[in-house]
């Protein structure tokens, strides 16, 4: 099983705004960046979506990962749990149903571990994804964050 080192970041310019994540992938000798930006979209989905991204980069199943992120929302949801008991009452008035179905999908094809960083605070391959996800979310090439804007992500209002 190959071993997995994964940085994320994500980005709004106003929350909700226009938004990128950022990605950094360490295998070995390997090291590869992944970022997108959206016009319309909360800082929370660009999180987890920046997880998502770097966990379908994988090529292999059955890798065993380390996530590191700055998000509370998305570590808290899986190491405190939150995560297993929305998916028992089918993500019911939860933000971002969309992202954390395409999540589980994603995750457990793998072991992941995840583990919390403080943001801002000197990691160079966090800091990098960092500027990943806040370049492309000031660039003037974003895409759109379909289930932010159609409502698919299952929450009664948009606002985080």
């Not at 991204?53 to 939150?82: F, I, M, R």
């Not at 999908?105 to 919390?116: L, M, Q």
């Not at 960083?117 to 492309?136: F, I, P, Q």
């Amino acid at each position: 099983m190959p071993d997995v080192t994964i940085y994320t970041d994500g980005s709004a310019l106003g929350n909700p705004g226009p938004g990128g994540y950022g990605v950094v992938l360490i295998s070995g000798k390997y090291r590869k960046e992944l970022s997108a930006g959206y016009r319309l979209t909360t800082n929370n989905r660009m999180e987890l979506l920046a997880v998502i991204k770097g966990l379908e980069a994988l090529t292999k199943n059955n890798c065993n990962v380390t996530v590191y992120s700055d998000s509370q929302y998305v570590v808290n949801a899986l190491e405190k749990g939150w995560l297993a008991g929305w998916e028992k009452k089918n993500f019911k008035k939860r933000l971002n149903t969309d992202l954390w179905k395409r999540f589980l999908i994603v995750y457990r094809k793998h072991k992941v571990k995840f583990v919390w960083l403080r943001g801002h605070s000197g990691y160079t391959e966090n800091e990098r994804c960092d500027e990943l996800a806040t370049s492309v979310a000031a660039s003037s090439k974003l895409l759109e964050d379909a289930g932010y804007r159609a409502g698919t992500d299952g929450s009664p209002s948009f606002n985080e």
